[in-house]
């Protein structure tokens, strides 16, 4: 059996019990030799190795040969482990916990420099110049993080990976994509649809959620349809609800902030609503999403990598980043309910065949690890 070392420091009970690290580590207990390496002590029927992060980053620890290294998040100060696994023949796996955004204003060179911008004036040549620091920058960015030692980075969506593998060419093949996943063996018996529109999110922590746009999609949606009302969970700043106050009382009516609810009561609001929004201006690959999937919704998103839960089309559907988009993609799946073209049971079939953990995500990265 492979020795595998799970790295993240972080790591506690709450992640242990309810997170997607906590899964993978249960899951690669049962495939490999695991030993989870961590700050905190934790659960005692995990084998694991509780040091200071000092200890960690410098790798003393690591005396297998061949071992594999499954490191979640990793930063630059891991750049002493990673030589010292590297002098081990070790394997080493970083699972990435980004969409990709802080690479996405960067991009090869040459395919916008010397086809575009090379002409024959001054402006162009400072741009090609422009672009060529961007290109030594970013990869120096990733030198510093120890991307020539690592085996392969682990991204949740495509948008990631296309991000990544256009930002950093010298890397594009050891990117690899792997969703995050979902237990999708919920009894559809258990669910009972009403026309509801919900949305959850910590919308005044994060403002790349864009209260701003659920608000404005909102009050166009209850002036053109009746017959759907919204439930929104998460505490949103008055500020955002102002515009609501023009519209009747009949409208508001449809409207219901219930506030930051359990993980439970999230769940149980899923139960009963047909569709989930997700507004966010970047997001990675939201858990959220997939367990309103998980409960037979459909989903409507910005292009973000949510949208890619969609499939396609046949799970939801993906807005531009205006209001007017995600209105009239609101409405389009509003109609695909009313006659019919959507179903719980469908969506939570077609997902599974996608995001479901036991069947789909840890086959995916037990195939990766074997092909090392």
């Given at each position: 059996?492979?020795k595998?070392?799970?790295?993240?420091?972080?790591?506690?009970?709450?992640?242990?019990?309810?997170?997607?690290?906590?899964?993978?580590?249960?899951?690669?207990?049962?495939?490999?030799d695991t030993t989870?390496?961590?700050?905190?002590?934790?659960?005692n029927?995990v084998?694991?190795?509780f040091?200071?992060?000092d200890?960690?980053?410098?790798?003393?620890w690591?005396?297998d040969?061949?071992?594999?290294?499954?490191?979640?998040?990793?930063?630059?100060?891991?750049v002493?482990?990673?030589q010292?696994?590297k002098?081990?023949?070790?394997?080493?796996?970083v699972?990435?916990?980004?969409?990709?955004?802080?690479?996405?204003?960067?991009?090869?060179?040459?395919?916008?420099?010397i086809?575009?911008?090379?002409?024959?004036?001054k402006?162009?040549?400072?741009?090609y110049?422009?672009?060529?620091?961007?290109?030594?920058?970013?990869?120096?960015?990733?030198?510093s993080?120890?991307y020539?030692?690592?085996?392969?980075?682990?991204?949740?969506?495509?948008?990631?990976?296309?991000?990544?593998?256009?930002?950093?060419?010298?890397?594009a093949?050891?990117?690899?994509?792997?969703?995050?996943?979902?237990?999708?063996?919920y009894?559809?018996?258990?669910?009972h649809?009403?026309?509801?529109?919900?949305a959850?999110?910590?919308?005044?922590d994060?403002?790349p959620?864009?209260?701003?746009?659920?608000i404005s999609?909102?009050?166009?949606i209850?002036?053109?349809?009746?017959?759907?009302?919204?439930?929104?969970?998460?505490?949103?700043?008055?500020?955002?609800?102002?515009?609501?106050?023009d519209?009747?009382?009949?409208?508001?009516s449809?409207?219901?902030?219930?506030?930051n609810?359990?993980?439970?009561?999230?769940l149980?609001?899923?139960?009963e609503?047909k569709?989930?929004?997700?507004?966010?201006?970047?997001?990675?690959f939201p858990?959220s999403?997939l367990?309103a999937?998980?409960?037979?919704?459909s989903?409507?998103?910005?292009?973000t990598?949510?949208?890619?839960?969609?499939?396609?089309?046949?799970?939801?559907?993906?807005?531009?980043?205006?209001?007017?988009?995600?209105?009239?993609?609101?409405?389009?799946?509003?109609?695909k309910?009313?006659?019919?073209?959507?179903?719980?049971?469908?969506i939570?079939?077609?997902a599974?065949?996608?995001f479901?953990?036991?069947t789909?995500?840890i086959?995916?990265?037990?195939?990766l690890?074997?092909?090392?």
């Amino acid at each position: 059996m492979k020795k595998l070392y799970f790295i993240f420091c972080e790591y506690d009970e709450l992640i242990h019990k309810t997170k997607d690290p906590g899964i993978f580590l249960k899951f690669f207990q049962e495939e490999f030799d695991t030993t989870l390496v961590c700050i905190k002590p934790n659960d005692n029927s995990v084998r694991a190795l509780f040091l200071s992060r000092d200890e960690i980053y410098a790798g003393n620890w690591l005396s297998d040969e061949n071992a594999i290294l499954f490191v979640f998040h990793g930063s630059k100060a891991f750049v002493r482990l990673y030589q010292r696994a590297k002098n081990l023949k070790c394997k080493i796996i970083v699972k990435l916990d980004t969409d990709g955004h802080l690479v996405q204003k960067t991009w090869r060179f040459w395919d916008k420099a010397i086809y575009g911008q090379l002409r024959d004036d001054k402006i162009k040549i400072n741009k090609y110049l422009g672009h060529f620091k961007k290109f030594l920058y970013i990869n120096s960015w990733a030198k510093s993080r120890g991307y020539d030692f690592i085996d392969a980075l682990i991204v949740e969506s495509e948008v990631a990976r296309k991000r990544y593998s256009s930002a950093l060419p010298l890397y594009a093949n050891k990117v690899h994509v792997i969703p995050n996943g979902y237990f999708f063996d919920y009894h559809v018996g258990n669910i009972h649809k009403e026309n509801i529109i919900s949305a959850a999110a910590r919308w005044t922590d994060f403002k790349p959620k864009q209260p701003e746009l659920l608000i404005s999609v909102i009050k166009e949606i209850v002036t053109k349809n009746r017959d759907y009302r919204f439930v929104i969970a998460g505490t949103i700043a008055e500020k955002y609800l102002e515009p609501l106050q023009d519209l009747n009382e009949s409208e508001k009516s449809r409207i219901s902030f219930v506030g930051n609810l359990s993980h439970d009561e999230v769940l149980a609001l899923y139960n009963e609503s047909k569709i989930s929004l997700s507004t966010s201006r970047w997001e990675g690959f939201p858990v959220s999403t997939l367990e309103a999937l998980s409960r037979g919704n459909s989903l409507v998103t910005t292009p973000t990598a949510a949208s890619e839960q969609t499939l396609d089309g046949e799970c939801g559907s993906v807005s531009g980043w205006t209001k007017k988009s995600f209105v009239l993609a609101l409405l389009g799946e509003i109609s695909k309910w009313d006659v019919g073209d959507r179903s719980p049971v469908k969506i939570m079939n077609k997902a599974s065949n996608y995001f479901d953990y036991r069947t789909s995500i840890i086959p995916k990265v037990v195939a990766l690890i074997d092909s090392l």
